[in-house]
């Protein structure tokens, strides 16, 4: 409730502050120098532009850097704030107008202008990719105002319209940039059209990638004068660099190896909560779990704290709902007025499978992309649920194979990641109408009540704040009682970066932004 | 000697073919849409089914094999990267000098090494010498590259702060990877090099030499060392063939771009052709290498080239009658 | 008489191997004079080629001791260079190596594993060459041409390798190899046994020949007695490291009279005589590890008594020159029996 209010409260005081340009800067707790900061990262990017590429977690804390969305996101607060566009208002529900800096130039030197905002969206749309994204633009009811005012226009009813143009897969180019750099193509390699606080400068391919400050960004200056991304793709190694000094900061590092540097007053452990879930998703449509007492027991068997302390070393949270307590719409058992099963209870358990079709137990196979968090997980429920006579058979297998499974609807549970801020996107795991194939995954609750489909079809045309809270708070009712699914930790954004280093902000929408980090003794 | 390096050169085709057939029959049974990876597993039906025709992947297997083979031998084409839409062959070339370099410069250590505690080993057989050489020839033959690879940073990078722990930037950077990759060759070289020159030094020859007032060393090292190179040689091929594995481990964890690393990326999403790609360029570095190590044999092995030509001879009196 | 080439007294030599002590050489005796052809006779094991070994100082390490005796080359005693101490064996292997392939050259027995495959067999003459005189790498080719062509091999083929040789050839060229320095004393260990009979006899011919060029006195083992009537002057019948008889070629071949010597002749298959059947000697020489205390051919003999059985027999000199090493010879030569 408070999140999504702060969202609007945020628009309207952009609104009301942005006059000029030197308002908006607050003053910065540095003075620019001209240090390099060295970022470890996992992987190779496939390209260094967005909109024309599939979106793989490996471009993104690069692209962050180099291009501006219109709204940012503030992780502190969870709601947007302004970025290139400085204030906005909804015309109606599926249309907004938003106000845009006019002091805002490319790498290149191109002025940025409303039309490149159309420009970005028609690119991203045309490119195909990213269906969640660029799928819910209505483009032939996007206009350009003015040279600096846009009217964007949606589909449907976005309640989370503001928070996906803060993500980093709607980052704004100037198109006057790309087409004298050779067209979108050269974008990949080349990338100038971008209007970020970094530019680029070479890229090694599979070594490393430097920026540069952009000295005319229209924001505050970055502290650091050079950014290196250096590609390890180890996450054991990563840590060791940072721990040689090779490196300021390690990305996607290993839960477990943090320890080694928990303490350690050279290091310090950024973390971050996220709307991530990984849940164990029962598959609803066949038996043993189609049978509610089964997956309540299965939800109280299971020791949550002892199972994040041991597979995520504790870098998480747990909830009592199947959204985790980062979604602005979670609702607490307490607020909702609802019975929560996901805490460890081996006698409630026992109870609820003594109600069952199953009082001696069952057996059931649990599949799972090969992941060491996953592989900890499946063997800690193994051990848990045997205590109930539930025999697990845990079936590990490669990521492309498991959604070949879950697309066939071939499982009798699985653990996955859910992850998309938007509450509503999680919904559609249990979403009857949605089949496993559609899905590519779900837990195929094919008798989930009527009063449910009705309320996600509700939730998610609602964008008043109060309304949608009370919405979600009455899905989450539902289906956490009836437990289709049982939500095992919300994982963190976790980094590790030398303890001078300050300023470094990850967040959920975004993934890093370094361009805030500077250095202090 | 020509006509046969020429012949070795043909030979290579129908090995690259053969190798292009068992990757290319991987790549389609092992389950996974590439084109997931190419727009995202958000994608829409229309950009997933543009891709598929882009990439030509709507043609039958066949087709598209005798397509890409063609490619390969014509315009020595190896295709597109399915990630980022650059050409196979271009993406290899500016990465294989590096592994190249890395591979040969961790074989030349390796040996360097190897040879003088070989021979050290084979001359002094059952002494101190030849125990701990042997026992840690064993040991590092036997560690895991990755493990050790990680015992090197923690130990140079971490713990001492000597040596840049990843990058390539000047040659106090290459002494990691070089050293991991080249550790486990000491120790296969050694002992080959050892086992091959206990053989040797039994032999009359070397009784000769001494009897001919040579100094013991000039003996062992001129007389005995290059007779005992051939197995060596033969191993240094092979050796050659592992470093290029090795250099994948090496290039990932110390973040040097070569054709290893680059393989392992497409690897892990699915970006056949880049796989096939390295796989091809792999496959003829091998039998190049192959190929100078039987070079190499004639020239240590006066014996091989005489029995070669002669062969060769033979062939042509028999072309000549019939 | 003048001083011999090669005088050894007394020489023991043991291997220490990882199963025992092998008694390869015991307290042997005997001299060659410069120019002079002793053969050394006997059968596979009996310790020839670890006298031949011994004098170039090139015993099998580890494991090769002499444990006493006094090897006395060219006037030098060359036995107290052949200190086992680690320390000084670098120095020690510097005055053998003045030795080797200098003042005594080496024939081993095959030629065909004799000759550095991987070196033409011109370097590997001019290589000895070099060693031991202080000439240009040019002028050690022209004698090793000079040497080839001695030997009966065109100097054209300087430059071609031991495999395209044929044995004989090879031997010609081993022998080359062991002349080049022209050394006072040569040793022959089996030098014609792996080769074809009538490539032996060319071979030997060469030998006899280069014998009196070279003025080169001549160790020459053998177990062939037909070589030692062909070439030698004195020969030496060697028995499980001892040696049992030894004299001038007629002593020996006109006069046996070691049990062994006899049986040795009794074995060759005679033109003259309607002998059916070669006499064999019956069982196996004395093991070197278990040497009996007394006559180590008792068990074989065919003369055996109980006498034999009261110690280790020495040699005895049964007409001048000729000694023998056997109880029924006690100093003076006993008339057939």
């Known amino acids: 409730m408070k999140k999504l209010a702060a969202l609007f409260l945020t628009a309207v005081m952009a609104v009301g502050i942005v006059s000029g340009s030197a308002l908006v800067h607050a003053e910065t707790p540095y003075t620019p120098s001209d240090e390099t900061l060295v970022v470890a990262h996992k992987g190779n990017p496939t390209g260094l532009f967005h909109l024309n590429i599939s979106a793989v977690s490996v471009n993104t804390p690069i692209s962050e850097t180099l291009y501006d969305r219109l709204v940012s996101y503030d992780g502190e607060t969870n709601s947007v704030g302004p970025m290139l566009a400085t204030e906005w208002e909804y015309i109606d529900d599926t249309h907004v107008r938003f106000k845009l800096r006019d002091d805002v130039v490319s790498h290149a030197g191109d002025p940025f202008k409303a039309s490149d905002v159309i420009y970005s969206i028609q690119t991203a749309v045309d490119s195909g990719a990213l269906g969640n994204y660029f799928g819910m633009f209505n483009l032939e009811e996007c206009q350009v105002e003015d040279d600096y005012t846009v009217v964007l226009a949606t589909k449907n009813v976005e309640p989370y319209f503001l928070y996906t143009l803060s993500n980093v897969p709607l980052g704004m180019v100037v198109q006057a940039s790309v087409e004298a750099n050779g067209g979108i193509e050269a974008q990949a390699l080349n990338p100038v059209a971008g209007t970020g606080p970094y530019k680029f400068v070479e890229w090694s391919d599979g070594s490393y990638i430097k920026l540069e400050r952009n000295e005319n960004y229209w924001g505050d200056t970055p502290y650091f004068k050079n950014v290196e991304i250096r590609i390890i793709g180890d996450a054991s190694a990563r840590i060791m660099n940072l721990e040689s000094h090779d490196v300021n900061i390690a990305l996607d590092p290993d839960t477990i190896q943090l320890a080694g540097l928990e303490g350690n007053p050279e290091f310090t452990i950024i973390n971050y909560p996220t709307s991530n879930s990984t849940d164990l998703l029962m598959n609803c449509s066949k038996a043993p779990f189609n049978d509610e007492h089964v997956r309540r027991a299965v939800s109280l068997a299971m020791n949550y704290e002892a199972n994040l302390m041991i597979a995520a070393s504790g870098y998480g949270s747990l909830s009592d709902s199947f959204l985790p307590l980062a979604s602005s719409a979670y609702v607490s058992a307490e607020d909702g007025g609802y019975q929560s099963y996901f805490h460890y209870d081996l006698e409630a358990a026992k109870a609820e499978l003594a109600q069952s079709a199953y009082p001696d137990g069952f057996e059931f196979e649990l599949l799972y992309a090969e992941a060491p968090a996953f592989n900890t997980y499946g063997e800690m429920i193994q051990n848990q649920l045997g205590e109930l006579g539930i025999k697990v058979t845990l079936v590990p297998v490669a990521s492309t194979v498991f959604y070949d499974y879950v697309t066939a609807g071939d499982f009798d549970a699985h653990i996955v990641n859910l992850a998309n801020p938007d509450p509503a996107m999680i919904l559609r795991d249990f979403d009857s109408r949605i089949d496993f194939k559609t899905m590519r995954g779900g837990c195929g609750w094919v008798d989930a009540p009527q009063e449910l489909l009705d309320l996600m079809d509700e939730a998610k045309v609602t964008l008043d704040p109060d309304k949608s809270k009370e919405v979600y708070g009455k899905i989450q009712k539902i289906i956490n009682e009836a437990c289709p699914a049982a939500p095992l930790y919300s994982p963190n954004k976790v980094c590790a970066a030398d303890s001078s280093i300050k300023g470094i902000i990850l967040t959920e929408f975004s993934d890093i932004d370094f361009s805030k980090a500077y250095r202090a003794e | 000697m020509l006509r046969y390096i020429l012949k070795r050169i043909l030979w290579m085709i129908p090995v690259v073919i053969g190798v292009l057939l068992i990757v290319f029959t991987l790549s389609v049974i092992t389950p996974g849409d590439p084109v997931d990876n190419m727009v995202g597993p958000d994608a829409t039906v229309e950009a997933r089914e543009a891709a598929r025709e882009e990439m030509g992947l709507n043609q039958p297997v066949y087709v598209r094999f005798v397509k890409y083979v063609w490619g390969v031998f014509t315009r020595l084409d190896l295709g597109t990267s399915y990630s980022n839409r650059q050409p196979v062959a271009k993406e290899i070339m500016h990465r294989f000098p590096v592994t190249l370099k890395l591979t040969l410069a961790s074989v030349i250590v390796a040996l360097a090494i190897a040879l003088p505690l070989g021979v050290l080993s084979a001359v002094k057989q059952y002494s101190w010498v030849d125990n701990i050489t042997m026992a840690s020839a064993l040991f590092f033959v036997s560690i895991p590259q990755f493990w050790f690879a990680l015992m090197l940073l923690l130990i140079f990078s971490v713990k001492l702060q000597i040596l840049p722990a990843s990058g390539i930037n000047g040659i106090r950077s290459w002494i990691l990877p070089v050293a991991m990759i080249g550790v486990g060759n000491v120790g296969n070289l050694a002992r080959v090099t050892r086992s091959s020159m206990l053989e040797v030094i039994r032999q009359d020859y070397i009784r000769t030499a001494r009897a001919k007032g040579q100094r013991k060393s000039v003996v062992i090292f001129k007389h005995g060392l290059r007779n005992a190179l051939m197995p060596v040689i033969a191993n240094v091929g092979n050796t050659i063939g592992v470093s290029l594995g090795g250099a994948v481990v090496a290039e990932s964890i110390f973040s040097i771009p070569g054709v290893g690393q680059f393989m392992l990326n497409a690897i892990n999403s699915r970006d056949w052709p880049s796989v096939q790609g390295g796989i091809v360029v792999l496959a003829i570095t091998f039998s190049i290498v192959m190929l100078l190590v039987d070079i190499v044999y004639t020239i240590v092995d006066p014996r091989l080239k005489t029995e070669f030509q002669a062969r060769a001879k033979t062939k042509r009196k028999k072309g000549a009658a019939a | ?337």
């Open chain 3, 1 to 337: 008489m003048s001083e011999p080439i090669l005088k050894i007294e007394n020489l023991v030599v043991h291997y220490e191997t990882r199963t025992g002590v092998a008694e390869a050489v015991n307290d042997v005796s005997f001299e060659i004079q410069p120019g002079e052809t002793l053969g050394l006779v006997g059968e596979t094991g009996a310790g020839k080629t670890t006298i031949a070994l011994t004098i170039m100082g090139l015993l099998p390490q580890p494991g090769g001791h002499v444990i006493q005796g006094k090897i006395t080359l060219d006037g030098e005693e060359i036995t107290r260079y052949l200190s086992n101490s680690r320390r000084e064996t670098n120095k020690n292997d510097k005055h053998f190596r003045k030795i080797r392939g200098n003042k005594v050259g080496m024939i081993f027995q095959d030629p065909m594993s004799a000759l550095n495959p991987v070196y033409t067999v011109g370097e590997q003459i001019a290589e000895v060459i070099r060693l031991h005189n202080r000439v240009s790498r040019s002028e050690a080719e022209k004698r090793a041409v000079e040497m080839m062509e001695t030997v009966g091999i065109p100097g054209a083929r300087f430059n071609n390798y031991p495999h395209e040789f044929s044995g004989g050839m090879k031997q010609r060229i081993v022998i080359a190899m062991a002349l080049a320095c022209s050394p006072k004393l040569l040793i022959a260990d089996e030098p014609t046994t792996a080769l074809d009979v009538t490539i032996q006899a060319q071979v030997l011919e060469l030998m006899r020949g280069l014998r009196k060029e070279f003025n080169t006195a001549m160790l020459m083992i053998t177990h062939d007695l037909g070589v030692v009537a062909d070439i030698c002057d004195k020969c030496a019948v060697i028995y499980a490291g001892q040696i049992v008889e030894i004299g001038t070629l007629e002593h020996i071949f006109n006069s046996p009279c070691h049990p062994y010597t006899r049986a040795l002749f009794d074995a060759l298959p005679s033109l003259d005589s309607d002998v059916e059947r070669l006499k064999s000697i019956e069982g196996l020489m004395a093991d070197p590890m278990d040497l009996p205390t007394y006559c180590s051919f008792y068990d074989r003999c065919d003369r055996k008594c109980d006498a034999c059985k009261a110690g280790d027999p020495v040699l005895k000199e049964v007409e001048p020159g000729h000694f023998v090493s056997c109880v029924h010879y006690d100093g003076k030569k006993e008339g057939e029996a």
